[in-house]
């Protein structure tokens, strides 16, 4: 019996970067978390300290600082793409590099004032082995409620079993969805907005007999008009609302007054891909 | 020497209700935080553990849910209104109470579908004596930036200064704006409307040469133009924006590339009134 | 009519400062977060923007940092006290000065090596107005809980009234305590070690007909045995154990499976004090 | 082309359970958060909204509290072990399950009071599909710092690097450690005290060259005492503590007043296993 080292990955995490472009009226602002993972040949550094082959962490944000002077940041997939590959390609002992961001949008207020718009956020994860790129684009903490049409009757009802069957409930649900896309090319920006607007269209239009089929609605509706896009996983948290009892007060409660629970919640992930998508490599890492 | 009960006060704290107005499409959503405090003649309580004058916290829950039914919530200063009076009036040994509220915004997307916006949060807070009630309005989370027009210059140095005067900075806070209404009659919906736009207008508007300034002339821009406010209170952060020094790799860093940092951060604050402002009272416990 | 001017501050918030006493072995850990706020001759620069009598934030920082290389950290009370005079007594448009401070603690592991402990955190806030000091010592997070010896009963009914009144129930809190002293010189450790078991033992030691009542006689236990405390402020939320109904399941629930709810939350606040205290001045700003 | 489901899991998230245990005094007190999540053949329930194959996760939540009522809670392994096999076994749709728990300790005060610890939290993360149980203990937020004893130097340096290297600095980190059992017996609470000690021990131990370093000798450590454990996977941020420069001041800083970063930070991550460890099945689900 010994003892090996197993996976292993490092790097700097969320290191905020906060772009101007100046050149001339408007200004436009671009607010990230960008964190950055190395793997390679680490055995070193590992089992006897030897840090021959560790690029410091403090020099990953550098980079990051410094490849949006030099390049700008036209989109997160972009700015992951440039800075995954040049890890791996000017450091022989790296061989992957994943790198994820965070976009935090901002609505125009005038030429140079902007409001943080909170709420959603734009992610990617860019992902290089040296010689293929990966591109996962995504979108977190999208609330989304509708207040009708959807019903959950029907289940397994066992010993432990106290819920109602209903006919209108509240579906409520903060959506995390991660796309990957066929290539390493791309409208980026195009393709995100495209994207989050069917999640949202598919969430509202879908009539749901449970929030698994919204979930599946939502990547079928991505896939069927995206060519670029080959799977769609999605975490979608069951935010529930409770009709209130009024009863005891002599009140009727015609769902209109809910209270709006924070834990336990349902937790629905799943995956919707296409049949023929081309193998995952490091997409996932 | 004698030991004594001095100020307190006791209630529910973060009632969360969902009301949805279901009369017709498209339907409407409220999604309210509340939390009451009541004082009055407590001293038993505290002494001997009699509670024949504490209606409990979970009353105070219910209460909120079963108004919501039976008068709607046409705001959040007319619902704060409702349930103020109600704790006071019903209640002899209750002599005052706090309704303090969040609002938080959905967007449309369809009749009976919303999406949650993050970001800002609309508030108030009301009190009612017996006989008086006030009503102070707010906005929390409203983060603000301009990449421009904002300077630092001729402050104090001492033997712990370091800091480089600059005529060109990025100016970023949240602001947590909460204004004294003069009466407790109003269009709260509109009111709000437009001093948020007030507040908003100010911070774009104004060159700054220190955010305390900037935070004076958003007091005052509400002031002037809206008769029913009497004080603006404001607290503001400055969300430092570290220009990153690109020097040692050979880069120029002409205000464009930030370092957006957490803490410590400036937290200014500050107070702007009527000369002529009415008294107080119990408006900002 | 005219528009004025009204209370204001400012000041660094949530300095970071790790000071590590390395005077031989062992070393020595102090983990704080020091918010300073400044008051006095403040009028230029909101009005103008002059920044003649603003010494800045980052200075303040800077000084928080020299000062615990020059004064080491002997207390939070202690150090704050230190900062409080500094910022009065050396810039003349400044008029009063407030020192926030928490302190995280840590356990031991070795000669240099330390666990931190989570949990309650050690806070006190100083004072100075360029003539008197004031010394408000704290601890918030202090997470205690009696699985019996609670009760409540005979509170006020009315038709939003649906808990029933329990003889036997959890009683759990997050106790924010700060107690003023008398004065601004003191054995702060000491006090503090002492105070904090009082809290304790009188939350241990009272039968509870009502959280007001163990309030009450927390704070009583304070003042009565420590003459140098003058008032104890406390705030405390009840954190509600619902006993889960097991019936359904054909299983009783004698007083053994709860839930720990989130949200809605009681909270309890008050003030016990000595009928001979002298004036609080600053102390609780 | 076609669109398909790909993997999928439903379940409840925390459930927040408390468990008094009352037989005669102490009473002993058992603070739980449980997540289960489910997978099997749940096909229909995404492409058409049958519900037929779900077990609500608000049944799951009921069942959590009724095995506590039914069972007791020996271990949050054995707890996880009841009811992940519960679920498998009692409902043919369903094939696989994984129930997530979070243990919250707390400090005896009393025969019946108790302070809780903060800080770290033991885990258990408990798979099972229908033959083969694994089970996964682990801590998390276990925050340790060594003052001295450790360095870093002799790192790679290119054209984006500005750290110095350094002999003397503080190694920080919460650590979230988790490793895998051989088997689905065992004595839980014994092997969790003693790999929990074994960690921080090698983390004070070791004179570090790197985190990597530290992290790799907490892993050996343990699975060369505990014949139990097969592997263990270590998530190490750097909580970073830089030196504060003082020198504009007239100070020298001999490693004694640093300023404790928030982000960005450095994340190690790393496995260290027997290299004839069993195969790991669901275990790291």
Same mark, same amino acid.
């Given at each position: 019996?010994?003892?090996?080292?197993?996976a292993?990955?490092?790097?700097?995490?969320e290191?905020?970067?906060?772009?101007?472009?100046?050149?001339?009226?408007p200004?436009?602002?671009?607010?990230?978390n960008?964190?950055?993972?190395?793997?390679?040949d680490?055995?070193?550094?590992?089992?006897?300290?030897?840090?021959?082959?560790?690029?410091?962490?403090?020099?990953?944000?550098?980079?990051?600082?410094?490849?949006?002077?030099?390049?700008?940041?036209?989109?997160?997939?972009?700015?992951?793409?440039l800075?995954?590959?040049?890890?791996?390609?000017?450091?022989?002992?790296?061989?992957?590099?994943?790198?994820?961001?965070?976009?935090?949008?901002? /609505? *125009?207020?005038?030429?140079?004032?902007?409001?943080?718009? &909170?709420?959603? @956020?734009? $992610? %990617?994860?860019?992902?290089?082995?040296?010689?293929?790129?990966?591109?996962?684009s995504g979108?977190?903490?999208?609330?989304?409620?509708?207040?009708?049409?959807?019903?959950?009757?029907?289940?397994?009802?066992d010993?432990?079993?106290?819920?109602?069957?209903t006919?209108?409930?509240?579906?409520?649900?903060?959506?995390?969805?991660?796309?990957?896309?066929?290539t390493?090319?791309?409208?980026?920006?195009?393709?995100?907005?495209a994207?989050?607007?069917l999640?949202v269209?598919?969430?509202?239009?879908?009539? /749901? *007999?449970?929030?698994?089929?919204?979930?599946?609605?939502? &990547?079928?509706? @991505?896939? $069927? %008009?995206?060519?670029?896009?080959?799977?769609?996983?999605?975490?979608m948290?069951?935010?529930?609302h409770?009709?209130?009892?009024?009863?005891?007060f002599?009140?009727?409660?015609?769902?209109e007054?809910?209270?709006?629970?924070?834990?336990?919640?349902?937790?629905i992930?799943g995956?919707?891909?296409?049949?023929?998508?081309?193998?995952?490599?490091?997409?996932?890492?």
């Amino acid at each position: 019996m010994g003892i090996v080292l197993g996976a292993n990955q490092y790097g700097k995490a969320e290191t905020r970067l906060v772009h101007v472009a100046r050149a001339g009226e408007p200004h436009t602002l671009t607010d990230l978390n960008v964190s950055v993972a190395l793997a390679g040949d680490l055995a070193d550094v590992h089992l006897s300290g030897d840090n021959g082959h560790v690029l410091p962490t403090d020099t990953q944000k550098n980079t990051v600082y410094a490849f949006a002077r030099q390049h700008g940041v036209a989109s997160v997939e972009a700015f992951g793409l440039l800075l995954a590959r040049h890890f791996v390609d000017s450091q022989e002992p790296i061989h992957a590099a994943r790198v994820r961001l965070e976009s935090y949008s901002w /609505s *125009r207020l005038g030429p140079h004032s902007f409001q943080r718009d &909170g709420g959603e @956020v734009r $992610t %990617a994860t860019v992902t290089y082995d040296g010689s293929t790129a990966t591109v996962v684009s995504g979108v977190t903490d999208l609330v989304l409620l509708n207040s009708t049409d959807s019903e959950f009757v029907g289940f397994i009802e066992d010993g432990y079993t106290t819920l109602a069957p209903t006919t209108d409930r509240i579906l409520a649900t903060a959506v995390t969805a991660r796309w990957r896309h066929a290539t390493a090319d791309g409208d980026w920006d195009g393709s995100y907005a495209a994207v989050r607007s069917l999640l949202v269209e598919a969430f509202v239009g879908t009539y /749901s *007999r449970s929030l698994q089929q919204t979930l599946y609605a939502m &990547g079928e509706r @991505v896939l $069927t %008009a995206r060519p670029e896009v080959v799977e769609v996983r999605l975490a979608m948290p069951n935010r529930h609302h409770f009709l209130v009892d009024l009863s005891p007060f002599g009140l009727d409660n015609p769902n209109e007054v809910y209270f709006a629970a924070d834990r336990p919640y349902g937790l629905i992930e799943g995956t919707v891909a296409r049949d023929d998508a081309p193998a995952a490599g490091l997409a996932w890492w």
